[in-house]
């Protein structure tokens, strides 16, 4: 018998395989080009405001009331000045508001470093009169920095030695005295334009070395930190030690010491 035939398959017919389109490579491309305009530009406005800051609100001018207006209105919303506030335990005055014009001219932080653009732009004082603690709710402003951004250390250990003052004059039923000794331990940068707690604490006699004790009538040993409002996070801890009061032997000093500026029944 004949063989079977055999049929052919019908073939696909071949067709050229077009290029993909690069549509996908020129948008990554105009992507990657849009970030780096933004960061550039990002980054060039930081830069600009950190070496050439605005110019600060002078004190006193129009421009400083309604920067200090508003510091205070953020201050109140501080979850720690909300708690601080609602604390009967805890009773708080605006700082500097005892210094007469003349002082406060004469008063470094009231003066020198006062306004918006420095520690005048809000400052108030809780104290607590069971324990003698203090904790000062304050805003660094932009002029006092050493460094862009960055308080002064100068500027930090002139609050810091004020604060513990005002806590060991306190102590002493408003006499004053002066410092004796004030060391500080700067841990991490204290950012400018920020609020900031200052926490001050009167050391008890029974953690007092045995040689320091009795002696609360002209010595007060503080111990203090700086820590920022919103995060508890410590910038400064300091320790100092204020002599005056009544004096060693018992006998008012309030005169003595009065030239200290930092008297006003402790209330400054």
């Given at each position: 018998p004949p063989p079977p035939a055999v049929v052919?398959?019908?073939?696909?017919?071949?067709?050229?395989?077009?290029?993909?389109?690069?549509?996908?490579?020129?948008?990554?491309?105009?992507?990657?080009?849009?970030?780096?305009?933004?960061?550039?530009?990002?980054?060039g406005s930081v830069l600009r405001v950190v070496v050439h800051p605005p110019d600060p609100a002078v004190p006193g001018t129009e421009k400083d009331r309604i920067t200090t207006e508003i510091l205070h209105k953020e201050a109140e919303k501080l979850p720690v000045f909300q708690t601080l506030s609602?604390?009967?335990?805890?009773?708080?005055?605006?700082?500097?508001n005892t210094l007469t014009p003349e002082h406060r001219a004469q008063h470094i932080a009231a003066g020198a470093m006062g306004g918006s653009r420095g520690v005048g732009g809000y400052q108030r004082i809780f104290y607590k009169a069971s324990t003698g603690e203090l904790t000062s709710v304050i805003y660094f402003g932009h002029s006092i920095t050493g460094w862009p951004g960055v308080v002064h250390g100068g500027a930090i250990a002139t609050i810091l030695d004020e604060s513990c003052g005002r806590a060991a004059f306190k102590q002493w039923g408003g006499m004053s005295g002066m410092t004796a000794n004030l060391k500080l331990a700067y841990i991490?940068?204290?950012?400018?334009?920020?609020?900031?707690?200052?926490?001050?604490?009167?050391?008890?006699?029974?953690?007092?070395?045995?040689?320091?004790?009795?002696?609360?009538?002209?010595?007060?040993?503080?111990?203090?930190s700086v820590e920022e409002a919103r995060t508890g996070n410590v910038a400064v801890v300091a320790k100092a030690l204020f002599v005056g009061g009544s004096g060693k032997d018992g006998k008012a000093s309030h005169g003595k010491w009065k030239g200290s500026g930092l008297d006003e029944n402790a209330r400054f």
């Amino acid at each position: 018998p004949p063989p079977p035939a055999v049929v052919a398959e019908p073939q696909s017919p071949i067709v050229a395989s077009k290029p993909k389109p690069k549509t996908g490579r020129a948008v990554r491309r105009l992507i990657f080009a849009a970030t780096f305009l933004l960061v550039g530009t990002v980054a060039g406005s930081v830069l600009r405001v950190v070496v050439h800051p605005p110019d600060p609100a002078v004190p006193g001018t129009e421009k400083d009331r309604i920067t200090t207006e508003i510091l205070h209105k953020e201050a109140e919303k501080l979850p720690v000045f909300q708690t601080l506030s609602a604390d009967p335990a805890w009773e708080s005055w605006d700082a500097y508001n005892t210094l007469t014009p003349e002082h406060r001219a004469q008063h470094i932080a009231a003066g020198a470093m006062g306004g918006s653009r420095g520690v005048g732009g809000y400052q108030r004082i809780f104290y607590k009169a069971s324990t003698g603690e203090l904790t000062s709710v304050i805003y660094f402003g932009h002029s006092i920095t050493g460094w862009p951004g960055v308080v002064h250390g100068g500027a930090i250990a002139t609050i810091l030695d004020e604060s513990c003052g005002r806590a060991a004059f306190k102590q002493w039923g408003g006499m004053s005295g002066m410092t004796a000794n004030l060391k500080l331990a700067y841990i991490r940068p204290t950012r400018s334009d920020n609020f900031y707690l200052v926490r001050v604490r009167p050391v008890p006699d029974d953690e007092l070395p045995e040689e320091d004790r009795g002696k609360r009538h002209y010595k007060s040993f503080v111990d203090a930190s700086v820590e920022e409002a919103r995060t508890g996070n410590v910038a400064v801890v300091a320790k100092a030690l204020f002599v005056g009061g009544s004096g060693k032997d018992g006998k008012a000093s309030h005169g003595k010491w009065k030239g200290s500026g930092l008297d006003e029944n402790a209330r400054f």
